[in-house]
């Protein structure tokens, strides 16, 4: 993979609504796709992977996210989120057969629910 | 008890100083790795270990010095740093080093260089 990118660098959204965040890649080559959440003062956890399949991928907490192969792209989608679910976003991508050193990870995307 | 340790949490050092940094994985993983995560940066994988064997050094400075004596343990030894290298560092472990699989973090060691 040669890069990911993450759109939107910070999200606010009201407690209960839906959220989508943004993810891009180009790559030459099959992909395999995470989303990672780092809650404050955490180290990074998997929520979600795209290895092969189903384009539409469940993942931890209620989220989930859609590989779309013409357009490069591997969003995130909650319907309705919580106060918990503040945190940041990390969006990361490999190509298949490859080593996990060559993963590429996008500049994060900070969601922050408001009440 | 979590999969991925790592001390200290926090470390404030001078420049001058020499200090490291411990990592351990009770999952019983065979590849470790350091990242670097820095304000409004993507993260930066510094070293990878498999099997105990340094596999990959992103062209990390020398002041950087990593040591895995076991496939459980992974050390970072810091000297003479500077205040940019000042940010989280976070310890890492995969069941092996292919692509595919999961990362599993440690919750990091916060350094400030003064």
């Known amino acids: 993979a040669q890069s990911v990118t993450q759109l939107d660098s910070q999200v606010p959204v009201f407690e209960e609504a839906p959220v989508e965040l943004r993810c891009n890649y180009s790559?030459?080559?099959?992909?395999?796709l995470f989303w990672y959440v780092q809650y404050p003062n955490q180290g990074l956890q998997l929520l979600l992977k795209y290895l092969s399949g189903s384009t539409l991928v469940k993942g931890i907490n209620g989220f989930e996210a859609e590989f779309n192969k013409s357009q490069t792209s591997f969003h995130l989608r909650k319907p309705s989120v919580h106060i918990s679910d503040t945190a940041e976003y990390f969006c990361?991508?490999?190509?298949?057969?490859?080593?996990?050193?060559?993963?590429?990870f996008g500049s994060g995307t900070r969601l922050s629910i408001r009440p | 008890e979590t999969g991925v340790t790592q001390t200290p949490r926090h470390l404030v050092m001078g420049m001058t100083n020499k200090k490291s940094l411990k990592c351990e994985q009770h999952?019983?993983?065979?590849?470790m790795y350091w990242y670097k995560q820095s304000a409004k940066k993507p993260l930066e994988l510094m070293f990878v270990?498999?099997?105990?064997?340094?596999?990959e050094n992103n062209s990390v400075p020398s002041r950087f010095s990593p040591e895995c004596p076991n496939s459980s343990h992974l050390f970072l030894h810091l000297h003479t740093l500077q205040p940019e290298d000042s940010a989280l560092y976070l310890c890492?472990?995969?069941?092996?080093?292919?692509?595919?699989?999961?990362?599993?973090f440690g919750e990091g060691s916060w350094l400030t260089v003064v």
């Open positions: 990361a991508v490999s190509d298949q057969g490859s080593s996990a050193s060559k993963i590429i």
């Open positions: 890492a472990s995969s069941p092996d080093a292919k692509s595919e699989n999961t990362i599993y």
């Open positions: 790559s030459s080559v099959s992909v395999y």
């Open positions: 270990y498999s099997l105990e064997e340094r596999v």
């Open positions: 999952l019983g993983h065979n590849a």
